[in-house]
T-cell receptor
Framework: QKEVEQDPGPLSVPEGAIVSLNCTYSNSAFQYFMWYRQYSRKGPELLMYTYSSGNKEDGRFTAQVDKSSKYISLFIRDSQPSDSATYLCAMNIPNTGNQFYFGTGTSLTVIP | EAGVAQSPRYKIIEKRQSVAFWCNPISGHATLYWYQQILGQGPKLLIQFQNNGVVDDSQLPKDRFSAERLKGVDSTLKIQPAKLEDSAVYLC???????????FGPGTRLTVL
């Protein structure tokens, strides 16, 4: 079993839709949870990160962490064509050298 | 603030040849990472440096891959000899010590024929 599981998609939605991206994980020691966005032929860029359980909102993006279910989500409201990218979840264990464990990424296309 | 620089951006070689990639992290970032990202997969950590010391190289195929960061700044990753399955994007990232945000470079896309 992989440490982090993520549905690879691809996911295609119309402009303005609400998008839900999800990851599950197996290691209960993970404490930091991150979402990266990766445009084609570019390196990943950090979108949001949260510590432990709860919600965090930044503009049109909301990250949720449910540690009891080992499940994290990223919601995108009012999706735009510029949101078309691959979204990677990542997580790590504090004080262990900062190694990140990445999901496989979900490819999202927002159709104008 | 300048980002993480990598070169070359693209490289095509034949199997059994050798290849080297270069990374210049963000100024002041002590921690440097090399990742391998195979098409359709998430990045996989190959090696992590803090300054010029290796923190984690448990997933580095040491029979063919090597990496160094001699002066604690720039780093090179070498593959010798390359195999077909080494075709991937090689990403370099850097961070401040203890910071959870890693900044990625644009990557080097390697194709092994």
């Amino acid at each position: 079993q992989k440490e982090v599981e993520q549905d690879p998609g691809p996911l295609s939605v119309p402009e303005g839709a609400i998008v839900s991206l999800n990851c599950t994980y197996s290691n209960s020691a993970f404490q930091y949870f991150m979402w990266y966005r990766q445009y084609s032929r570019k390196g990943p860029e950090l979108l949001m990160y949260t510590y432990s359980s709860g919600n965090k909102e930044d503009g049109r993006f909301t990250a949720q962490v449910d540690k009891s279910s080992k499940y994290i989500s990223l919601f995108i409201r009012d999706s735009q064509p510029s949101d078309s990218a691959t979204y990677l979840c990542a997580m790590n264990i504090p004080n262990t050298g900062n190694q990140f464990y990445f999901g496989t990424g979900t490819s999202l296309t927002v159709i104008p | 603030e300048a980002g993480v620089a990598q070169s070359p951006r693209y490289k095509i070689i034949e199997k059994r040849q050798s290849v080297a990639f270069w990374c210049n992290p963000i100024s002041g970032h002590a921690t440097l990472y090399w990742y391998q990202q195979i098409l359709g997969q998430g990045p996989k950590l190959l090696i992590q440096f803090q300054n010029n010391g290796v923190v984690d190289d448990s997933q580095l195929p040491k029979d063919r891959f090597s990496a160094e960061r001699l002066k604690g700044v720039d780093s090179t990753l070498k593959i010798q000899p390359a195999k077909l399955e080494d075709s991937a994007v090689y990403l370099c990232a850097s961070s401040s010590v203890g910071d959870n945000e890693q900044f990625f470079g644009p990557g080097t896309r390697l194709t092994v024929l």
